[in-house]
């Protein structure tokens, strides 16, 4: 099956500087998506990428998806207080025929706090 | 999300006791995941069950077992609890699709077993 190594495990910063966490595989992803849990709570989804090469934008948040679907990234840009939590990526499992299994193989996570 | 609730919230057991974890779903979804997450190790997959008459298991199934009551109810049982099952456990839905498929997660159980 598919298997995600994440990068940091753990990042400090100082508010207003930028934060980058990664994930990589060895095998192709199908997908990428990322989770974004809060300290004391649960895993809620923020955004999917599918195409080589996609990056998507959320306000201060950049998504990337390697050319060759084996990482991808998440980009904050001056991060705040409210950046702070721990950010997941994940892989879907797929068949052939584009339908999903629901599986969804789960980077360790990365823990970010942000000092004001 | 409010559409996906756990009980209970925290629980304290003693090693060798059974335990059951329950999840309860409005959001109509087939789809329902049983997940451990431990410091480090993020999110890991125990079972998964993709509707009323299909269970799987994931990756850490060993020491577990779940129970699918209705579309809406997946339990997730520790049949005799041990000290290293102590985790934060969370139930998460999601609705099949072309590629895209959200995952919705619980407000998570806490365990610990002494």
């Known amino acids: 099956g598919q298997q995600v190594m994440q990068i940091p495990q753990y990042q400090h910063v100082q508010e207003g500087e930028d934060f980058t966490t990664y994930c990589n595989s060895s095998t192709t992803l199908s997908n990428i998506q990322w989770y974004k849990q809060r300290p004391g709570g649960h895993p809620v989804f923020l955004i999917q990428l599918v195409k080589s090469g996609e990056v998507k934008k959320q306000k201060r948040l950049t998504f990337q998806f390697g050319e060759a679907k084996k990482n991808s990234s998440l980009h904050i840009t001056a991060t705040q207080t409210t950046d702070v939590g721990t950010y997941f990526c994940g892989s879907l499992s797929l068949d052939a025929g584009g339908t999903s299994y629901g599986k969804l193989t789960f980077g360790q996570g990365t823990i970010l706090t942000v000092h004001p | 999300d409010a559409d996906v609730t756990q009980t209970p919230r925290n629980r304290i057991t003693k090693t060798g006791k059974r335990i059951m974890l329950e999840c309860s779903q409005t959001k109509g979804h087939d789809r329902m995941y049983w997940y451990r997450q431990d410091p480090g190790l993020g999110l890991r997959l125990i079972y998964y069950?993709?509707?009323?008459?299909?269970?799987n298991k994931g990756e850490i199934s060993d020491g577990y077992s779940v129970s699918r009551q209705a579309q809406a109810k997946f339990s997730l049982s520790l049949e005799s609890a041990i000290p290293n099952q102590t985790a934060l456990y969370f139930c998460a839905t999601s609705d099949p699709g072309q590629g895209s498929e959200t995952q919705y997660f619980g407000p998570g159980t806490r365990l610990l077993v002494l």
């Open positions: 069950s993709f509707d009323v008459k299909d269970i």
